[in-house]
Every structure is written in structure tokens, then in C-alpha cells.
């Protein structure tokens, strides 16, 4: 203020002071229409009015004073008993209305807000029982069209929706110290997620599928909520009544696509994939699902992304099991996790290898797609992953199953993608490591199901029919083998000295090892050898061409007994060395083959 006694300073007439207020709090608001809401007690008698009002109002009004406006809708949403009122319909409608604000990028970050109000400030205890019934209510209206869009905002919610009722369960529980009647609260869950499965089980309507997408997309946001009153056998048993009243589904991509995420996020959730009891169950309805759709070719990329994920899963828990950082009581033994791999091999290994040959075809050919390549890169991964989990068992189950003609075709599929493996477009240059580890896990499954082609495919005359042996499928074999060890990528002279080193420490020459079973392969085909000649005398001179000492040594002594086979059933051996000849012209002529190739060769 100006002190009296200050007479150098003088009022001046035409001098006005201006003063303008502005309120701004999250506690007083000066907003008729959400005074009305909030002060509801006072004239009970516009409670309707106020909860219309509510809809019409702006976002940040709403979001400004968020835990007042929850307080306010969940006093009048029911009675001291837990029975619903006249305005509990229209209350949850406003409910939906908030919630479905929240999904706006303006508004999300009050997320955080709203957790905070249900965990810490929400005191509502008897509302759970009137939120299902209104849950249960939208699914069972899904057919009727005004009542589409309040069901499609209520499973967009589902999420919220839930942390409400089970913190009010969780509250009614602590309050009362009641827990005789939990088994009541369950039935009244799974009598809910009977009523969305009826809603899914609807066949493909066109009106409907917006609101059967809108379940699926939130369904998987519901468990960590639903495992804090439920068992995780009893969240196991709802997830497959879900999934499995879409199996039957008509092709609808809208709703494939939903479920494929729905399935995706499920296998990304922690508490069921560690519990190895779940997960079986999981993994067992899963894989028949993605079955279903790669055989189909619905959503192959969603498809790949999903069996990626399961097989790295199961890859990182046998890892941490066998390496004691896991514990077995919870996530199980390896014995439970090669059962597992078990399940996806019986319904994944023959899609994954026929998806991988048609991919191939398909960009082979012009210029190809990005997008297919790179879909033929994420199959191929998850085909090597599959192939690193299988054991022994495995690769018997694998053929076991099938009849003889099964096993045949599926064996030459796998032949022909191993064989597009190799090619050197396949694989970026510098991905020397994965390659190498590919190439291992190659070589390995080879030595498994060569003991196929010598059980079911060599026709020895006693145990089996003379006409059991195949030649087409040993023919595939033998050039596949060819192409392994002539494969650039296994040329190890042409690799620094370091990079060899390392190579050879972690899986010696592989291109030996595969030596010396072309060579175990071969001894066991008795008189049938004479059927490889002359198709395969060219081929195995390239083996020989391979500057590694003891490969050459284990591959040389064919051409002898070839020369021997073809003596035995013609009486001359004109063919083979009729071959050779020819082959050896063109070697010279390339200017291919050290001074050690014709040592040896001239030694034999």
C-alpha cells in the first residue's frame, strides 16, 4: 500500500487498476454440468440429467478431476448391499465413455493416474457383482445394432474394466474377511466368459465382427488381473474355451488376424509360460491353431512371428534348466520341455518345411517381393530353431507317424529346402556365425534322417520287399550331400587364419564329417550301387576336388567301387570311366585340382 507520509506520490484520478482471476484445480471446478455430477446427493432426483451432462463434457474437464468423477458414478452405481440401482446402466455407460477417453494419445498419459485411483484411493467393495452383470449384458446385446457400439467401447476396456472388479473382490474380502464365497465370484466369472464365448462362437456376420475383434484385442490384457483371483489351471481352461470357439471360424482376416495377436500376447505372458502345466496345454492348442492357418496361408508373416517366439521361449528355458539358472519346480525338466518341442514337431515340422519350399518357389523366379524374402527368412529361422530343439526321439516320432509315401515326400521336401539353405543369396555375407551354426544343425539332422533312408528306403530283400528301395529319394540325398561339402561357406583355406581356427574349435571341418558319411552311406547300398552310375560319379569327383586330405581319402575308394559295381552287373566298366574321362577333360581345361588330388587319383 502507499504510506500516508510519502508526499511525493499523488493519486492521480485517471489511473485504474486491472485484476483478472482465473481458477485452475483439480478439486474446485465451477463447471455446472459436472458440479451436478459430483454434488449427485444433493438432488438425487437429476441424476440422469447429470450422467447425460457427463458424455457431452470436454476431455481434460473429465481427466482434470478423473477420481472425483469415479467416486461419484461408483456411489450411485450400486447400494450399500451390492445391488444394482436405476442409474447403474447409465452409470457404467458413463463409465465406458471415461475409459474410451483414456485410449485417446491426447489423454494417455493419465494412465497412470487411473492406476493409482484403483490401486490406492478406489474404496468401492460391492461393485464388482453389478460390473459383470453389465459385462455380461453387453456380450449377450451384441446382436442388437443400437447396442453395438456400447459392447465394441466395453471390450476396448475390458482391461480396466477388470482391475475394477477384482479390486472391489479383493477389497469385499478384506473388509468382510469372508472367503466362503469365492467359489461363488469364480462361477460368476466363467458363467461371463461362457457369454463371450457364445459372442465368438456366433458365425461370421458382418455386424458383428467389430465388436468379436474388440474382445480378442483386450482378451489377453485381462490375465494378469483375472490370475489374482484365479488359479493359472483355471485361466488355462478359459483361454482355450476362448480360442477354441474360433477354431471353426469362416475365413474372416479380421478376426484370424485378432486371434493370431491374442495368441502372441498370450505366449508373451510370463506367468503362464513359466508354468510348465499351462504352458503344455498352450502349446498344444496353439500349434493346431497356427496349423490350421499357414496350411490355409492366413496371415503367414503373424504366423512365423509366433512360432519365432514359442521356439525361442523353449529354446532359452532348456538353456537356463540345463544350465541350473532355472528353477524345474515351475518351469519343469528337460524331459517337459522335449515333450513340448514333441507338440510342435507333430504339428508344425510338414507346414513349416511346405510354406519354406513354397516361398522359395515363389521368389525365385523375377525380380522377387522384400516382403517375401524376408518371410523366407523368418520360416527358415524357425524351421533351424525347431530342428536345434529335436533330439533322437524326435526325429523318429517325425517319421514314425507317417506311412511310407509320407515319409518319402516329406523327406524330399526337407532335402530340397536344405539344399536352398546353401545357396549364398540365403544369408547376408557377414553372417558368418549363423551360418556356420545353421550348417551344423543341418549336418546333424542329416545323420538323423539318413537312418531312415537305411530302415525304410534301402529294400535289403529280407525285411522288405525288393522294390523298397528308392532311388530318387538316395539320389536327393547323395547330391544334397554334395552340395554341403561344396558349399562356399565351408571352404574354410579361402577363411583368415583366426576365422578358421575358431571354425574348426567349435565344429571341426564339417565338410569330413559329411565325408565320412556320404562314404557310411554308400557301403550300405550293397548291389543297389550300380543304380548311382554314371549319375554320380561327376558329383562325388567334385567331393574330391575339396583340398582336405582325409575327406579325399574317404571319397576316392568310391569311384573304385563303382568301377567294381558296374563290372559286376555289365561285365565292363565303360560307363564309369567314360565319365571320369570327361569330367577330369573339364577339370583340366578350368585348371582345377592341386598336385595332391592327382597324386591320389594316380595312387588309386
Not at 478384506?174 to 466362503?180: N, P, V
Not at 504339428?347 to 521368389?363: A, D, G, H, M, T
Request: hydrophobic share 40%; proline share 2%; glycine share 2%.
Amino acid at each position: 500500500h502507499l504510506h500516508q507520509d510519502n508526499v511525493n506520490l499523488t493519486r492521480s484520478s485517471k489511473e485504474l487498476v486491472h485484476i483478472r482471476t482465473f481458477l485452475c484445480s483439480t478439486k474446485l471446478t465451477q463447471n455446472g454440468d459436472l458440479l451436478s455430477l459430483l454434488k449427485w446427493r444433493a438432488n438425487p432426483e437429476t441424476v440422469h440429467e447429470a450422467l447425460n451432462k457427463v458424455r457431452r463434457l470436454n476431455g481434460e474437464e473429465v481427466v482434470k478431476f478423473l477420481q472425483d468423477i469415479l467416486d461419484a458414478l461408483f456411489s450411485m452405481f450400486s447400494t450399500h448391499d451390492g445391488n444394482q440401482t436405476n442409474h447403474s446402466n447409465l452409470v457404467f455407460e458413463v463409465l465406458l465413455h471415461i475409459l474410451s477417453l483414456l485410449e485417446d494419445p491426447k489423454y494417455e498419459h493419465f494412465k497412470p493416474v487411473l492406476d493409482t485411483y484403483i490401486n490406492g484411493h478406489f474404496a468401492a467393495a460391492l461393485v464388482y457383482k453389478g460390473l459383470l452383470v453389465c459385462v455380461k449384458q453387453c456380450s449377450e446385446m451384441i446382436k442388437d445394432v443400437d447396442s453395438q457400439e456400447n459392447a465394441q467401447m466395453c471390450f476396448r476396456s475390458l482391461e480396466w474394466i477388470f482391475k475394477f472388479i477384482v479390486q472391489s473382490r479383493i477389497l469385499y474380502a478384506r473388509a468382510t474377511g469372508d472367503h466362503s464365497n469365492e467359489d461363488i465370484f469364480k462361477q460368476d466369472l466363467f458363467t461371463l466368459f461362457n457369454s463371450f464365448n457364445k459372442m465368438l462362437s456366433v458365425n461370421f456376420e458382418p455386424s458383428l465382427v467389430s465388436s468379436q475383434v474388440a474382445f480378442l484385442k483386450s482378451f489377453s490384457s485381462t490375465y494378469n488381473q483375472l490370475l489374482k483371483v484365479l488359479d493359472l489351471d483355471e485361466l488355462t481352461r478359459i483361454i482355450k474355451s476362448v480360442m477354441n470357439c474360433l477354431f471353426l471360424h469362416e475365413p474372416c482376416l479380421e478376426i484370424i488376424s485378432a486371434k493370431l495377436r491374442c495368441i502372441y500376447d498370450t505366449i508373451k505372458n510370463e506367468s503362464l509360460m513359466r508354468d510348465f502345466k499351462a504352458r503344455r496345454e498352450l502349446i498344444d492348442m496353439f500349434s493346431r491353431h497356427l496349423l490350421a492357418h499357414i496350411n490355409r496361408q492366413h496371415e503367414l508373416k503373424f504366423c512365423a512371428k509366433i512360432i519365432s517366439q514359442l521356439l525361442l521361449f523353449l529354446h532359452n528355458e532348456k538353456i537356463s534348466i540345463a544350465s541350473g539358472l532355472m528353477s524345474t519346480s515351475t518351469s519343469g525338466s528337460i524331459a517337459i520341455i522335449s515333450s513340448e518341442v514333441e507338440i510342435l514337431v507333430i504339428n508344425l515340422f510338414e507346414p513349416l518345411v511346405r510354406v519354406i519350399v513354397e516361398l522359395s518357389n515363389s521368389s525365385s523366379g523375377p525380380p522377387s517381393n522384400s516382403n517375401s524374402v524376408s518371410l523366407l527368412h523368418s520360416y527358415v529361422a524357425s524351421f533351424i530353431t525347431l530342428l536345434r530343439l529335436m533330439d533322437e526321439s524326435h526325429f523318429n516320432h517325425l517319421l514314425k507317424s507317417r506311412n511310407r509315401k509320407e515319409k518319402k515326400e516329406l523327406l524330399l521336401q526337407v532335402f530340397y529346402v536344405f539344399k536352398q539353405i546353401f545357396q549364398p543369396e540365403m544369408y547376408n555375407k557377414d553372417w558368418s556365425v549363423m551360418k556356420m551354426a545353421t550348417i551344423h544343425i543341418i549336418l546333424c539332422s542329416l545323420q538323423e534322417f539318413s537312418l531312415s533312408l537305411i530302415n525304410d528306403f534301402l529294400g535289403d530283400g529280407k525285411s522288405q520287399p525288393n522294390n523298397a528301395f528308392d532311388i530318387s529319394l538316395w539320389n536327393s540325398f547323395f547330391n544334397l550331400s554334395v552340395s554341403f561339402l561344396t558349399q562356399n561357406a565351408l571352404q574354410l583355406e579361402n577363411f583368415p587364419a583366426s576365422k578358421k581356427e575358431s571354425i574348426l574349435e567349435k565344429y571341426q571341418d564339417m565338410r569330413v564329417l559329411m565325408g565320412f558319411l556320404i562314404l557310411s552311406m554308400w557301403e550300405k547300398l550293397g548291389n543297389h550301387k550300380v543304380y548311382f552310375i554314371p549319375s554320380m560319379v561327376a558329383p562325388f569327383l567334385e567331393v574330391t576336388l575339396v583340398p582336405k586330405k582325409e575327406l579325399r581319402k574317404a571319397t576316392l575308394p568310391i569311384f573304385y567301387d563303382m568301377i567294381d559295381a558296374e563290372f559286376k552287373s555289365d561285365g565292363s566298366f565303360k560307363q564309369v570311366e567314360s565319365k571320369l574321362i570327361d569330367k577330369l577333360d573339364i577339370l583340366v581345361s578350368e585348371n582345377r585340382g592341386d598336385d595332391e588330388f592327382k597324386q591320389l587319383f594316380n595312387a588309386m
